[in-house]
T-cell receptor
Framework: QKEVEQNSGPLSVPEGAIASLNCTYSDRGSQSFFWYRQYSGKSPELIMSIYSNGDKEDGRFTAQLNKASQYVSLLIRDSQPSDSATYLC????????????FGTGTRLTIIP | ETGVTQSPTHLIKTRGQQVTLRCSSQSGHNTVSWYQQALGQGPQFIFQYYREEENGRGNFPPRFSGLQFPNYSSELNVNALELDDSALYLCVSASGGKETQYFGPGTRLLVL
């Protein structure tokens, strides 16, 4: 079983619709969860972090965490063409160091 | 802009050569991590340095080595380059105990 699993996509969503990105993780010691956006040829950019079960909203983005199900998701409302990118899920276990464990990412394309 | 810089931005080497990549972390950040991101994959943790000491290592062979300097800048050295070392190398800086980690722009290495 992979440590972090994401649908690789590509996921195509019409402009203005809701994009839903999913991630499951295997390490129950994960305490912090991060979503990064990565444009082609660029480095990852942090867009959301979540630490507690439930929802966290920031503008058009909502992160959802369910630790019992070992599941974290990212919703993007009113999708824009500029949201087209690869989205990386990264849980973090705080055991001595603060390394991030990344999934392979989901490639999202917003169709105008 | 995250305040993390990396040099060089691009590099071409041949198999068997050695390479040194550099990272200047954000001011005040005493923790630096290095990640390797192969094409189509998520970043993989190489190692982390905290206050000039190695503080955790991922599943990479010893020919991957690093240093952190008193000003908290860092180097990643790779000896005996192999074709599979072709990747984007990412430096991430953080302030110990703080949640947010900041990615540099990356160095793209091509091994021929």
């Amino acid at each position: 079983q992979k440590e972090v699993e994401q649908n690789s996509g590509p996921l195509s969503v019409p402009e203005g619709a809701i994009a839903s990105l999913n991630c499951t993780y295997s390490d129950r010691g994960s305490q912090s969860f991060f979503w990064y956006r990565q444009y082609s040829g660029k480095s990852p950019e942090l867009i959301m972090s979540i630490y507690s079960n439930g929802d966290k909203e920031d503008g058009r983005f909502t992160a959802q965490l369910n630790k019992a199900s070992q599941y974290v998701s990212l919703l993007i409302r009113d999708s824009q063409p500029s949201d087209s990118a690869t989205y990386l899920c990264a849980p973090r276990v705080k055991r001595g160091n603060e390394k991030l464990t990344f999934g392979t990412g989901t490639r999202l394309t917003i169709i105008p | 802009e995250t305040g993390v810089t990396q040099s060089p931005t691009h590099l071409i080497k041949t198999r068997g050569q050695q390479v040194t990549l550099r990272c200047s972390s954000q001011s005040g950040h005493n923790t630096v991590s290095w990640y390797q991101q192969a094409l189509g994959q998520g970043p993989q943790f190489i190692f982390q340095y905290y206050r000039e000491e190695e503080n955790g290592r991922g599943n990479f062979p010893p020919r991957f080595s690093g240093l952190q300097f008193p000003n908290y800048s860092s180097e990643l050295n790779v000896n005996a380059l192999e074709l599979d070392d072709s990747a984007l190398y990412l430096c991430v800086s953080a302030s110990g105990g703080k949640e947010t980690q900041y990615f540099g722009p990356g160095t793209r290495l091509l091994v021929l």
